[in-house]
């Protein structure tokens, strides 16, 4: 197994052992060639060229990646953790979980597959930004137009909160969202889990407009008893994330074209991410430890594909507190 962690800090030389590692090359000559360009903005397709790494090798057969993930759950949400594992959103929502029993007491069922939010009983549809309702909930502010009578979609605050609770459920694909470099103080930044799962925010702002009470879930899920705030971590397969992209690469870094037509792609190939396995895994290795070479270190935030399993035995918590009573010194101690 090769093992990527970015969270520890690491030198020139520690990043110049990675890349040599990783790539098989000699450790003295990567070294000095990181040298060379120390305070210059350094050249991805130069250094490719220069050592003759063929992106489209495989150079390691299993690559892992250490990534990190903040929630705030009681003792039952942390014991189904450890047992079950780290899950999608899709499954904790659909399935029997700390968080769809939560949302059941308040009066909540998702059914993601069938898209329909259920709230005191009567089921609403859960629809993008582009679908017309079949009935406006403000049964006389329904969208028709002034001159045909037609229904029509109009600007309403009601469906801007339900197309973001359709992108995260329907776009973002429930995905296990953390990160992949970062110090403690970029994770706590993070403050839309401080205090409880984001997704009930997202819930809440929808079902505000049901009749609910703005910030309830949000409330009443922090101060359960035992409710503790958690910083876990654990490594996946590097192809497993979302970020191993070459048209997400492309979008920070537009010398990334050069790179790859060298292998007979397009820039056609880059939109729709038309790519091996070697080339995406290879490319993503290459150009962050380079990035973290050469520029201002800065948190990494990162997807999982909805195929990734985390165990529970796997998991490791870092940091552990009461959400109600941490301090700002729990920011700050350590990375």
């Known amino acids: 197994m090769f093992l990527i962690n970015l969270f520890e800090d690491k030198n020139y030389d520690e990043i110049a052992q990675l890349i040599a590692d990783y790539f098989h090359l000699d450790f003295d000559r990567v070294e000095n060639e990181l040298g060379i360009y120390s305070g210059f903005e350094y050249d991805l397709f130069d250094f490719l060229e220069r050592f003759d790494i063929d992106l489209e090798k495989s150079f390691q057969d299993d690559i892992k990646i250490t990534c990190r993930h903040a929630l705030a759950t009681d003792n039952n949400g942390f014991a189904f953790l450890k047992e079950k594992g780290l899950l999608n959103l899709k499954v904790m929502l659909e399935v029997k979980t700390t968080l769809s029993s939560f949302l059941l007491e308040q009066g909540i069922k998702v059914n993601v597959e069938e898209k329909i939010l259920e709230f005191d009983g009567k089921k609403y549809p859960i629809l993008d930004n582009n679908t017309r309702c079949e009935r406006c909930i403000y049964d006389k502010y329904e969208c028709k137009d002034f001159i045909s009578d037609e229904p029509i979609l109009r600007d309403c605050d009601y469906r801007k909160e339900l197309g973001k609770l359709h992108i995260k459920l329907y776009s973002d694909k429930c995905q296990i969202e953390g990160f992949i470099d970062g110090s403690f103080e970029d994770i706590y930044a993070y403050d839309s889990v401080r205090e409880s799962p984001e997704i009930l925010k997202t819930i809440n702002n929808v079902t505000e407009f049901y009749g609910q009470n703005e910030n309830i879930l949000k409330d009443k899920w922090s101060k359960r008893k035992n409710t503790n705030f958690y910083i876990i971590e654990f490594e996946v397969p590097l192809e497993n994330l979302e970020n191993v992209s070459v048209r997400r690469i492309h979008e920070n870094d537009s010398n990334v074209l050069e790179i790859v037509e060298k292998y007979g792609y397009e820039y056609e190939n880059i939109v729709e991410d038309d790519f091996s396995k070697e080339i995406k895994l290879n490319l993503f290795v290459i150009k962050t430890l380079m990035d973290l070479a050469y520029k201002e270190r800065s948190k990494i ?35």
Not at 308 to 321: A, F, L, W, Y
Not at 322 to 328: I, L
Request: aromatic share 2%.
């Open 301 to 335: 935030f990162a997807q999982l594909k909805t195929s990734t399993v985390i165990k529970g035995e796997s998991i490791r918590v870092i940091r552990e507190h009461n959400v109600n009573t941490s301090s700002s010194e729990e920011k700050n101690r350590g990375r």
